[in-house]
Each structure stands twice: as structure tokens, then as C-alpha cells.
Nanobody
Framework: QVQLVESGGGLVQAGGSLRLSCAASARTLNGYTMGWFRQAPGKEREFVAAISWSRGTTTYGDSVRGRFTISKDNAKNTVYLQMNSLKPEDTAVYYC????????????WGQGTQVTVSS
């Protein structure tokens, strides 16, 4: 069972930036896709971004496209989410998750990290 540990959350003013990290305990992530999701109070979980480990193919949710960038470090088995031009509506708990690239369901999740954007 892989362990996913997020870090990097915090409080930032609107317009600022944060970088989240997610370290995976797996020996290899080849064949997997790593994703970021977020959930704000009273709202459903929302897809933010994903990256396929082998090819590096990226996808983004509409609300973050152009502001957030997902990337990976193969040597560290770590995925990052660079968040720029943050808005108060980006406030949420951000979760890292993993799925097999050939499947659509994420079945491993981190504990989440809080991001709060003040206006």
C-alpha cells in the first residue's frame, strides 16, 4: 500500500503563490497517474490536475488552468503543484491521489493539506 504525504499548504494573500508537494512511498510510479484534488467546506471534491508518470502528460481542471502547474521529480517520487495567482476561492484542503493510468479510479489518497487564500 503506497503512502502519499502532502506538504506545503498554508495561508497566503490573494495573488500570491504556493507550491504543494506529495511524496509517494512507492518504489516506482511507472504506470500510474498522480492527481491533485481539493475540497472546500460544504462543497464536493474537485479535480485540480493530474500527471501521468511515464509520459508526463498533464491535465487540469477548468478553474485552475493557466494558474496552476503540476510537475514531478522521478528521482524523488514526488509530485508538485505550483499554484500562482491564488484566489480566495482556491481555499480548500488539497489532496494528492494515485491511480493506475489505464484505470479511471484513484484508489490511494494522502491526508490532505490546507490552503487558505485571504482576500
Amino acid at each position: 500500500q503506497v503512502q502519499l504525504v502532502e506538504s506545503g499548504g498554508g495561508l497566503v494573500q490573494a495573488g500570491g503563490s504556493l507550491r504543494l508537494s506529495c511524496a509517494a512511498s512507492a518504489r516506482t510510479l511507472n504506470g500510474y497517474t498522480m492527481g491533485w484534488f481539493r475540497q472546500a467546506p460544504g462543497k464536493e471534491r474537485e479535480f485540480v490536475a493530474a500527471i501521468s508518470w511515464s509520459r508526463g502528460t498533464t491535465t487540469y481542471g477548468d478553474s485552475v488552468r493557466g494558474r496552476f502547474t503540476i510537475s514531478k521529480d522521478n528521482a524523488k517520487n514526488t509530485v508538485y503543484l505550483q499554484m500562482n495567482s491564488l484566489k480566495p476561492e482556491d481555499t480548500a484542503v488539497y489532496y494528492c491521489a494515485r491511480r493506475l493510468t489505464v484505470l479511471s479510479t484513484y484508489n490511494s489518497w494522502g491526508q490532505g493539506t490546507q490552503v487558505t487564500v485571504s482576500s
